[in-house]
């Protein structure tokens, strides 16, 4: 569970596939703008690492884990970044002025020398949606989704493109039309999941402000 999760959202969050180098052309894929992680180019680049730990999983897994890694990449600042004249980086201190002798300014035309928060090229959310019977059910829990025929999870994103569609369990294949209905359903939940996200995060950057 642990290693196809890490695959799934390592695919999703910056394009990379079991096989793909990094650099390639499939890292343009991926929801998170990683040209943006570089502080000065051909000087230095930020490392960013996301752990996700799993306290239970009843059900629908990867709709969780994704929605908790988009939510904790949406709310990471990169602070404002300086080049020395040694060539060390460092990060520019509230209020410091830059210093034209001190520092060597060779911004990356996309990159994130000034600071800000992490950009996304687009912003994926996942909807898993089981076949019990006759019944097609969204977002299950763990013992429904023990009963399911099938089980589908489809990730799309703000503008209704779909980035995954992976059969995460049951003992048969989703029919056509099992499929039509649940990539309907994920669009229809992107709606509802994009709107109690940003609530939550305007919420906490407005109570980080008051502290």
Request: net charge negative; with cysteine; aromatic share 4%.
């Amino acid at each position: 569970l642990v290693s196809t999760l890490s695959e799934r959202l390592e695919q999703l969050l910056l394009g990379r596939s079991a096989g793909s180098q990094p650099g390639s052309s499939n890292a343009q894929r991926g929801a998170v703008d990683l040209n943006y992680l570089c502080i000065f180019e051909g000087k230095g680049c930020w490392h960013a690492t996301l752990d996700i730990y799993l306290l239970s999983t009843d059900g629908s897994v990867l709709d969780a884990t994704l929605l908790a890694a988009v939510a904790a990449l949406h709310d990471t600042v990169l602070p404002p970044t300086i080049i020395t004249a040694e060539g060390q980086v460092r990060r520019q201190k509230p209020g410091q002025q830059e210093d034209s002798t001190a520092a060597v300014q060779v911004p990356s035309s996309s990159g994130c020398s000034a600071g800000g928060r992490m950009r996304f090229r687009h912003v994926p959310h996942a909807l898993t949606s089981v076949k019990i019977g006759p019944h097609l059910l969204s977002d299950p829990c763990g013992e429904e989704e023990a009963i399911a025929s099938s089980s589908v999870t489809v990730v799309v994103d703000e503008q209704a493109r779909i980035h995954g569609l992976y059969k995460s369990g049951g003992s048969s294949a989703a029919l056509q039309q099992d499929l039509l209905q649940c990539m309907q359903a994920a669009k229809l939940r992107y709606k509802e999941v994009s709107e109690l996200m940003r609530q939550a995060l305007e919420q906490q950057q407005a109570e980080g402000m008051e502290q």
